[in-house]
């Protein structure tokens, strides 16, 4: 029996966050920036990495910020290879990338969504827009 991913068991324990914009606090409020600095926090035993600079039309640009922070801090990893416990990057609305969350079994997806917080739902919903996915870099790779 293979065990589940440090990261997946991290982000079960986020269920249920409210969704508060830019902050990354388990119980009290994250949005999906904040949840997956959160996890990647609880998985590595370091603080959370500072977001990426937020303005309200960032996604609108031709920017990748929320890629260029997965580069920075996770491990890039090909689509195809993506596995719960990994994080993904999605296009929302077209072509701008504005959407992450953590793959989780099942083909489910933990996510945190506006108006609802940290939860849990069907990935096959935001399979097409998938353009990243990254695995979350152990304690040890770090040091």
């Not at 998938?130 to 304690?139: D, E, M």
């Amino acid at each position: 029996m293979t065990s589940e991913p440090q990261a997946l068991i991290a982000a079960r324990a986020w269920i249920g966050t409210p969704y508060v914009l830019s902050a990354a606090l388990r119980g009290v409020g994250c949005d999906c920036i904040g949840l997956v600095r959160g996890v990647w926090s609880d998985v590595t035993g370091k603080p959370a990495p500072a977001p990426p600079p937020w303005r309200a039309d960032w996604a609108n640009s031709s920017a990748r910020p929320l890629v260029q922070a997965a580069r920075q801090y996770l491990c890039p990893i090909a689509l195809d290879a993506a596995r719960p416990g990994d994080v993904v990057v999605l296009r929302m609305q077209g072509n701008r990338e504005a959407h992450c969350g953590i793959l989780e079994q099942d083909g489910q997806f933990i996510h945190a969504l506006e108006g609802v917080g940290v939860t849990r739902v069907p990935f096959a919903a935001y399979r097409a827009g998938l353009s990243f996915a990254a695995r979350f870099p152990s304690s040890e790779e770090l040091d």
